[in-house]
C-alpha cells in the first residue's frame, strides 16, 4: 500500500500531471488533513540535516533500502514542514468619521489599565461553504473561523491595518445659493439658501462583498457632509438638517433608476446574484436614497432570465452616456471594487463609452483613464 500512495503522491506533484492535481486537489478542495488522511503511510524522515516526509515506499517499518530513521507522523512533525497559513486580506467596510456622527465611539481598556478611545471595524465577509461535485463538504478556513466567533471582551482577532486602493477620496465641499426671486445684486432674497454638495461626484461599482470599501467611501464622504454642513438656526427645519442638491430636477424618485437629468454627489452601481439573498446594505442604500443623497443602480444577475452584471447596467444607464457624462462632463470619480474578472468587465465598459464621446475614441479614452488613475480619481481593489 506505501508503494502504490508514494507513486500516486509523486504523481500529483509532477506537471505532466496537473488535471490530475486539478481532479484531486482543486476541484474536491482537499487541504492538508484530507490528503494526509486518503496517504495515511506517509512517516515523517529524521536525520542530522533536519526532517521531511518518507515517500520511500517501505510502509515504515524500517525494513526499507533507506537507513534513516522513520517514524510515525506527529503534529509537532507536520507543523515543521508544512509552510505557515497565509494572511486573509479584507476590506474595511465602515468609515472613522461615520462612527463620529452616529455616536458609535467607544472607550477601550487596554491589558495594562490604560484608557483610549476608538470605534467599531466592520468587515463583509462572505462565508465560504458548499459541497463538491462529489459530495465532499468544505467550509473557508478564515471565513469559518469568523462565523464562528462569538461577542466577547475576553475574544481576541490578530489584525492589522494596511493602506488600501482608494486613498485619494474627494472630500471637498462647495456651497451655492439657490432659490429665491429676481435680483442680480448683491443682497440675496429672503427666500433663497445655501446649497452644499460635494467639489467631485464619485461613482461606486462594486459586486458582492465588493461593495465593502465602497461603502466606505460612501460613509466618509457623508459622514464628512454631515459635519460640514452643521445646521444654523435659519437652516433648521423641526430640529432637522435637509440639504438642497444643486442642478438636480425635482425630487429623487423611490425607484433604483433615476432620469437622466438626475445629479448627484454619489452614484452606486451595485450587483449580485440575488435581491433576496445577497443584497448587501440595502436599507442603508435606500435610505440614501429617499434622503437624496445617492443615485443607486442595481444588478441582480440570477433574478430573471437574461443575466444582467454591473458593467453591463452602468454601461446602458441613462441611454449610455451615464459614464461619459460622470467623467467627462461632471468630472467625477469612479472606483471599482470586487472581482478581478468584474472590474476588467467594468473598465473595458468604461473606455467603450468615453471612446464614443471623445474626439481620439478609444485612445483618447484610454490616455484618459490612465490620468484619471495618477491623480487618485480611478481606482480599482479587485481580487
Known sequence: MGRDQRSKLISLSETEDAQLYGDYIIREKRDWCAVLFDFDSVRFEGGEGGGGIDLSGDDGDGSGENDMQVTPLTIEHLLLLLP???PRHFSIASAPSNAIVQGHEHGYTHQDGSQFGGFDLELCVAIVEGETRHKRKFSGLCSGYLSHLKPSLEQNVRVWIRPGSFGKLPVDIVASDVGGEGGGGEEKSSSSRRSHHFETPIMCIGAGTGVAPLRSLLHE?????????????????????????????????????????????????????????????KSEWEDMQNKNRLRLLTAFSQDQKHKIYVQ????????????????????????????????????????????????????????????????????????
Open 84 to 86: 505557515p497559513i497565509m
Open 221 to 281: 464622504r457623508e459622514s464628512r457632509f454631515t459635519l460640514e454642513t452643521q445646521p444654523n438656526d435659519d437652516d433648521n427645519d423641526n430640529g432637522r438638517f435637509q440639504p438642497t442638491l444643486s442642478n438636480t430636477t425635482g425630487s429623487m424618485p423611490h425607484e433604483t433608476t433615476p432620469t437622466a437629468t438626475t445629479n448627484l454627489d454619489n452614484v452606486l452601481v451595485f450587483g449580485c446574484r440575488k435581491s433576496t439573498t445577497d443584497y448587501y446594505y
Open 312 to 383: 453591463r447596467l452602468a454601461r446602458e444607464a441613462d441611454s449610455g452616456y451615464l459614464i461619459a457624462k460622470h467623467i467627462v462632463e461632471n468630472s467625477g470619480a469612479v472606483y471599482v471594487a470586487g472581482g478581478a474578472k468584474m472590474a476588467r468587465a467594468v473598465r473595458e465598459e468604461i473606455v467603450e463609452c468615453l471612446g464614443k464621446v471623445l474626439p481620439g475614441g478609444e485612445r483618447d479614452a484610454k490616455l484618459l483613464i490612465k490620468k484619471l488613475q495618477r491623480i487618485g480619481k480611478f481606482s480599482v481593489e479587485a481580487w
